[in-house]
């Protein structure tokens, strides 16, 4: 299967936000940007968690005020992995995960047998030191330009929002009325960038699928509020909608356990990840058996290689020497319908329908749309 290279450097999440400080003709120094933007006093940034171009093209009919957005080179993609903690973490760094080091859903704490989840994160981990950089929220700001993140109020001081978003004024906002009236206040400062956050279509396609007829609602209830928020701003202001993955459906046909599977479990210590895309870290000197036994068990349906490989591959940018431990020794990103759970380690994965975090070009793909 042909996996969707990322495309750093050119028209991945990490661009968005360089791109968005030229058009606002405060160009943040150092950032090699290939995604052109029309030239505005004000811009706001409206991420869509969950919506893949190409699901946005299947579905257009539910959507159409996006759809009218959708153009030959109105795409982007994500990162590897396609998930939403290293997502969020590369648009609001502009950098790749190999520099920012939110590197899946999970990964290894180095040193440790434990695993950090960035969604829910862990107080024992500093997320300013987890993720040191300065993000390209608070270089904007500091250049002079007005930033705010428009987001539910749960998230406020989170690890992820402090690893992804510091250096932008926070104003907490639960429904859609409230968050498009804090995106016009915000928007009036000039120049300004305003990021406006919806969860609501994610969630619904992990537990009803991107084929539901929940997500198709849903995808319209987006689409209105998308509208809605371009005719409750000012002709000057921009809105760029994008996304930070697609998703996927994955059957239980689809599916396989390792905690069921003879061999599976031989020489990972710990395994990371998610279902459609693994971290496996390996037993001194197992690295090898455990290429060889996923290899076999999984065939064509997945590929999985050496960190040494995915690395060479680019497939997280360059990456720091601090970042490196957090990667598996393997890693297994998945072909097809593939979800490669734990029945004993994630078991509520196994309850959800739609996943994400492989290089399918359905998780991959991501829309850029200018209204």
């Not at 058009?23 to 120094?29: N, T």
């Not at 455990?290 to 690395?311: C, F, I, Q, S, Y």
């Not at 598996?328 to 975090?357: P, Q």
Request: aromatic share 6%; net charge negative; glycine share 12%.
């Amino acid at each position: 299967m042909t996996l969707t290279p990322p495309a750093y450097g050119d028209r991945s999440l990490a661009d968005v936000l360089p791109s968005v400080a030229r058009a606002l003709g405060v160009p943040l120094d150092g950032h090699p940007v290939g995604l052109e933007l029309p030239s505005a006093p004000s811009y706001v940034v409206f991420l869509v968690d969950g919506l893949g171009a190409e699901l946005l093209r299947r579905h257009g009919h539910a959507a159409p005020y996006l759809s009218s957005l959708l153009d030959g080179g109105s795409t982007g993609t994500a990162g590897v992995p396609s998930t939403t903690a290293t997502s969020l973490t590369s648009l609001g760094t502009g950098l790749a995960p190999g520099a920012h080091g939110l590197v899946g859903f999970t990964a290894r704490i180095p040193g440790t047998d434990r695993l950090l989840n960035h969604l829910s994160w862990d107080k024992n981990v500093d997320a300013l030191e987890w993720q040191p950089h300065e993000t390209a929220f608070g270089r904007l700001s500091r250049a002079g330009a007005h930033v705010t993140s428009v987001n539910k109020r749960e998230f406020h001081g989170s690890g992820l929002t402090l690893a992804s978003q510091r250096g932008a004024a926070y104003v907490g906002a639960d429904r859609v009325g409230e968050r498009i009236a804090a995106t016009v206040s915000a928007s009036a400062h000039h120049p300004s960038l305003t990021y406006v956050y919806d969860s609501d279509l994610d969630w619904t396609g992990h537990k009803f699928g991107v084929a539901s007829t929940q997500w198709l609602q849903q995808l319209a209830m987006v689409d209105a509020e998308a509208e809605q928020m371009r005719e409750a701003l000012p002709p000057s202001t921009r809105l760029l909608v994008v996304a930070d993955h697609g998703m996927v459906d994955s059957p239980r046909e689809g599916r396989v356990d390792v905690d069921e599977v003879d061999g599976m479990r031989d020489g990972v210590s710990l395994l990371g990840g998610e279902a459609r895309f693994r971290h496996l870290y390996c037993a001194a000197g197992a690295v090898d058996d455990v290429v060889t036994t996923w290899r076999e068990v999984l065939g064509d349906r997945a590929t999985v290689l050496t960190r040494e490989d995915a690395v060479g591959r680019r497939w997280f940018g360059s990456v720091d020497p601090g970042v490196l431990p957090r990667l598996g020794d393997v890693m297994v990103a998945c072909h097809g319908d593939l979800g490669v759970m734990s029945s004993r380690d994630f078991a509520y994965e196994d309850t959800l329908v739609g996943l994400h975090g492989s290089l399918t070009s359905t998780e991959m793909l991501i829309p850029i749309l200018v209204g």
